[in-house]
């Protein structure tokens, strides 16, 4: 079992109810936008406090309100890429890359994260002077830096032209095949979810 | 009249520079501290702080010097603590005129620096926090760097009202040649004897170059902080 | 309006209750250090008397032109004294320099304000400035001298005879010997800007029986 979620968390005016049990690789969840997609995203890495319920992921309890436990953030090993990237301004492309760093035997090395999503290139730059592509794959690169237990993806695709709309959905693709961890990831494109998903789970 | 200051005035200059100096970094560590605590945290009272914090601006700083005086004088509480405790006398010192200038020092600073902490954007705190950081680490790898253009900025702006405080210091440490008797009091002592006007006019027009250096250079930081603002999208 | 000495302030209140009891309009007085006062009168404040704590400064708006001519005349004497808080044990031997203990001595700034100025003389006179010198916190004007002693932020203080018997806050430690300094004198004088005929009459009252036994009381010396 990749995803055993079932949250009540304060999204927008009010509260929402979301369940998911899945054994899927890659779940996926939609639903029309201002619904309570990215709470839900933020409830599970820790960043917003839900109500009521449980998450569990890969079989590890981040959170359980009837058990009182209710990790911090830093304690998840959640791979975050926020729909609006969060690159820190202040440090270069490189910097940023290291920041969550883990040197874990087994898991990619920075040289295999740079090659895999093609940002070798730009690792003296500072944020600002990317292209959105190529921050959003830095945003990608350093979440996998951290060698995280699992991926949460919200809205990848957004304003990216095809062409690299196409890049960034392939490469998700060879992180779910090739790398192995179980992916939520948020995207009112029905497109990309029938491509990408194991399962879909809608919000409404 | 002779235009280039004697020797004991520059003494004088030398004495505000260095009660300054102490005022501000004493206050720094303190402002940024409540800086933050207005800007991040919610908690009861923080009106009241807030509005603690801004009373030396608003307070005729004779009275802020006489507050200071009812606390750290020899006879006041803290005062007779502090030499009980540490043999240090604040009154009649410069270290006296040093406290005076902190506290009037004060809400400038916190109020730069809390501009600027609240300018630094808290999902970015988020972002540090999944990829492992501590709130402490989160806090000094985040929000500390990009909030230093404003901390630089109110600290030169606390530097130059400290260089020009008079009513607080006057009333609290008192005006002693050498070691409280910084510019504006050395001014205002001058004033006060008839025939000291050439003297008067140096220190004067001293002090008006080292408050002009000091607003331009933190116009000029304030400006730098814009670079770094924006973060993509 | 009356620029007077600080340590007048009680005298002049209580002579000008007097005077406006007698039916004249109460004048307006203004109470600080002598050379704060001259500066003042040399820069055009609109007053009518000037009552100085010493001559130099009387001397110096004779010399500016600022009085009327023929109105000065002497009119107080006084004395100076050390003083030390109320609660205070200290005692004091002006023979001894030691005596005189290691914390700030409290007078009026001994560079310009009479009260300084005749405080400095006589420490100097009694071989006493040496030891005290680098420990005077020089005040504005003698009455926040006295006021540094009263809060006892200062263990010494030299202040006016008079001002000390006005505190219930200071005891006399020693009084300095008439001879340690120069004579201390108050002057007083129209100044020459004044058209309020109501000035001429206060000067005669100040210096008639009635004005000098109220100053009497208060501690002062009439001036021969």
């Given at each position: 079992m990749s995803f055993d979620v079932a949250l009540t968390y304060r999204a927008g005016q009010g509260a929402r109810e979301c369940a998911i049990r899945s054994a899927a690789r890659l779940v996926a969840v939609t639903g029309p936008s201002g619904i309570g997609k990215t709470s839900l995203l933020n409830c599970i890495a820790g960043l917003h406090r839900p109500l009521s319920g449980h998450v569990r992921i890969g079989g590890e309890t981040l959170f359980d309100s009837a058990a009182g436990i209710d990790l911090p953030p830093e304690r998840r090993r959640a791979g975050y890429v926020f729909q609006d990237l969060r690159?820190?301004?202040?440090?270069t492309v490189s910097a940023n890359l290291a920041y969550g760093e883990q040197a874990e035997p087994g898991w990619m090395t920075r040289a295999e994260a740079l090659e895999f999503l093609g940002i070798a290139h730009l690792a003296r730059r500072f944020p600002a002077t990317l292209s959105g592509g190529e921050a959003k794959r830095v945003a990608i690169g350093r979440a996998l830096l951290a060698a995280p237990r699992f991926l949460l993806l919200d809205?990848?695709?957004?304003?990216?032209d095809a062409p690299r709309a196409e890049e960034i959905l392939r490469l998700i693709e060879r992180i779910r095949d090739e790398l192995g961890l179980p992916t939520l990831l948020v995207s009112h494109a029905a497109a990309e979810v029938e491509r990408l998903a194991g399962e879909v789970v809608m919000l409404d | 009249m002779t235009a280039w200051p004697t020797a004991a005035e520059w003494g004088i200059v030398a004495l505000s520079l260095k009660v300054s100096v102490l005022a501000v970094a004493l206050t720094v560590p303190v402002s940024y501290a409540l800086a933050w605590l207005l800007a991040r945290r919610r908690f009861p009272g923080r009106i009241l702080l807030d509005a603690a914090v801004h009373l030396p601006l608003v307070l005729p700083p004779v009275v802020t010097g006489w507050v200071l005086l009812l606390l750290f004088g020899r006879t006041g509480p803290l005062g007779h603590w502090l030499e009980e405790a540490t043999g240090l006398v604040l009154v009649f010192r410069w270290t006296g005129a040093a406290l005076a200038a902190a506290v009037m020092a004060l809400p400038l600073m916190v109020r730069a620096m809390r501009l600027s902490i609240e300018a630094v954007d808290r999902r970015l705190v988020g972002a540090a926090r999944t990829l492992g950081a501590t709130p402490w680490r989160a806090f000094l790898t985040i929000t500390l760097p990009l909030s230093l253009p404003g901390v630089l900025a109110g600290t030169v702006l606390g530097f130059a009202r400290s260089l020009g405080e008079f009513g607080a210091t006057i009333t609290f440490?008192?005006?002693?040649?050498?070691?409280?008797?910084?510019l504006p009091l050395a001014i205002y002592t001058g004033l006060q004897v008839p025939g000291e006007e050439a003297a008067v006019t140096r220190l004067a027009i001293i002090s008006v170059v080292l408050s002009v250096a000091a607003l331009l250079a933190s116009e000029w930081l304030v400006r730098q902080s814009h670079g770094r603002r924006a973060h993509v999208l | 309006m009356i620029l007077a000495a600080a340590s007048l302030q009680e005298a002049l209140e209580a002579e000008a209750d007097v005077w406006a009891w007698q039916g004249h309009p109460r004048p307006t007085m203004s109470f600080a250090a002598s050379s704060a006062l001259a500066r003042q009168v040399t820069s055009g404040a609109p007053a009518d008397l000037f009552l100085s704590a010493d001559e130099e400064w009387m001397d110096t708006l004779e010399k500016a032109g600022a009085l009327k001519s023929g109105t000065r005349r002497d009119l107080l004497t006084n004395s100076i004294v050390l003083i030390a808080p109320q609660e205070s044990a200290a005692a004091v031997d002006?023979?001894?320099?030691?005596?005189?203990?290691?914390g700030p001595l409290a007078m009026a700034d001994p560079a310009a304000v009479p009260a300084g100025k005749y405080g400095k003389a006589a420490l100097q006179r009694l071989g006493l400035w040496q030891a005290v010198a680098a420990r005077i916190v020089p005040a504005e004007n003698v009455r926040a001298a006295q006021a540094l002693v009263e809060s006892g932020e200062a263990p010494l203080g030299i202040v006016y005879a008079t001002d000390a018997a006005a505190s219930e806050k200071v005891r006399i430690l020693a009084r300095f010997p008439e001879?340690?300094?120069?004579p201390i004198r108050y002057p007083v004088a129209i100044l020459a800007a004044s058209d309020n005929p109501e000035a001429e009459a206060f000067e005669q009252f100040l210096a008639s029986k009635k004005g000098q036994a109220i100053f009497a009381r208060f501690g002062f010396g009439i001036a021969k």
């Amino acid at each position: 079992m990749s995803f055993d979620v079932a949250l009540t968390y304060r999204a927008g005016q009010g509260a929402r109810e979301c369940a998911i049990r899945s054994a899927a690789r890659l779940v996926a969840v939609t639903g029309p936008s201002g619904i309570g997609k990215t709470s839900l995203l933020n409830c599970i890495a820790g960043l917003h406090r839900p109500l009521s319920g449980h998450v569990r992921i890969g079989g590890e309890t981040l959170f359980d309100s009837a058990a009182g436990i209710d990790l911090p953030p830093e304690r998840r090993r959640a791979g975050y890429v926020f729909q609006d990237l969060r690159l820190f301004p202040h440090r270069t492309v490189s910097a940023n890359l290291a920041y969550g760093e883990q040197a874990e035997p087994g898991w990619m090395t920075r040289a295999e994260a740079l090659e895999f999503l093609g940002i070798a290139h730009l690792a003296r730059r500072f944020p600002a002077t990317l292209s959105g592509g190529e921050a959003k794959r830095v945003a990608i690169g350093r979440a996998l830096l951290a060698a995280p237990r699992f991926l949460l993806l919200d809205e990848p695709l957004t304003s990216l032209d095809a062409p690299r709309a196409e890049e960034i959905l392939r490469l998700i693709e060879r992180i779910r095949d090739e790398l192995g961890l179980p992916t939520l990831l948020v995207s009112h494109a029905a497109a990309e979810v029938e491509r990408l998903a194991g399962e879909v789970v809608m919000l409404d | 009249m002779t235009a280039w200051p004697t020797a004991a005035e520059w003494g004088i200059v030398a004495l505000s520079l260095k009660v300054s100096v102490l005022a501000v970094a004493l206050t720094v560590p303190v402002s940024y501290a409540l800086a933050w605590l207005l800007a991040r945290r919610r908690f009861p009272g923080r009106i009241l702080l807030d509005a603690a914090v801004h009373l030396p601006l608003v307070l005729p700083p004779v009275v802020t010097g006489w507050v200071l005086l009812l606390l750290f004088g020899r006879t006041g509480p803290l005062g007779h603590w502090l030499e009980e405790a540490t043999g240090l006398v604040l009154v009649f010192r410069w270290t006296g005129a040093a406290l005076a200038a902190a506290v009037m020092a004060l809400p400038l600073m916190v109020r730069a620096m809390r501009l600027s902490i609240e300018a630094v954007d808290r999902r970015l705190v988020g972002a540090a926090r999944t990829l492992g950081a501590t709130p402490w680490r989160a806090f000094l790898t985040i929000t500390l760097p990009l909030s230093l253009p404003g901390v630089l900025a109110g600290t030169v702006l606390g530097f130059a009202r400290s260089l020009g405080e008079f009513g607080a210091t006057i009333t609290f440490a008192s005006n002693i040649p050498g070691q409280t008797r910084t510019l504006p009091l050395a001014i205002y002592t001058g004033l006060q004897v008839p025939g000291e006007e050439a003297a008067v006019t140096r220190l004067a027009i001293i002090s008006v170059v080292l408050s002009v250096a000091a607003l331009l250079a933190s116009e000029w930081l304030v400006r730098q902080s814009h670079g770094r603002r924006a973060h993509v999208l | 309006m009356i620029l007077a000495a600080a340590s007048l302030q009680e005298a002049l209140e209580a002579e000008a209750d007097v005077w406006a009891w007698q039916g004249h309009p109460r004048p307006t007085m203004s109470f600080a250090a002598s050379s704060a006062l001259a500066r003042q009168v040399t820069s055009g404040a609109p007053a009518d008397l000037f009552l100085s704590a010493d001559e130099e400064w009387m001397d110096t708006l004779e010399k500016a032109g600022a009085l009327k001519s023929g109105t000065r005349r002497d009119l107080l004497t006084n004395s100076i004294v050390l003083i030390a808080p109320q609660e205070s044990a200290a005692a004091v031997d002006l023979a001894r320099p030691e005596s005189l203990g290691s914390g700030p001595l409290a007078m009026a700034d001994p560079a310009a304000v009479p009260a300084g100025k005749y405080g400095k003389a006589a420490l100097q006179r009694l071989g006493l400035w040496q030891a005290v010198a680098a420990r005077i916190v020089p005040a504005e004007n003698v009455r926040a001298a006295q006021a540094l002693v009263e809060s006892g932020e200062a263990p010494l203080g030299i202040v006016y005879a008079t001002d000390a018997a006005a505190s219930e806050k200071v005891r006399i430690l020693a009084r300095f010997p008439e001879d340690s300094h120069p004579p201390i004198r108050y002057p007083v004088a129209i100044l020459a800007a004044s058209d309020n005929p109501e000035a001429e009459a206060f000067e005669q009252f100040l210096a008639s029986k009635k004005g000098q036994a109220i100053f009497a009381r208060f501690g002062f010396g009439i001036a021969k």
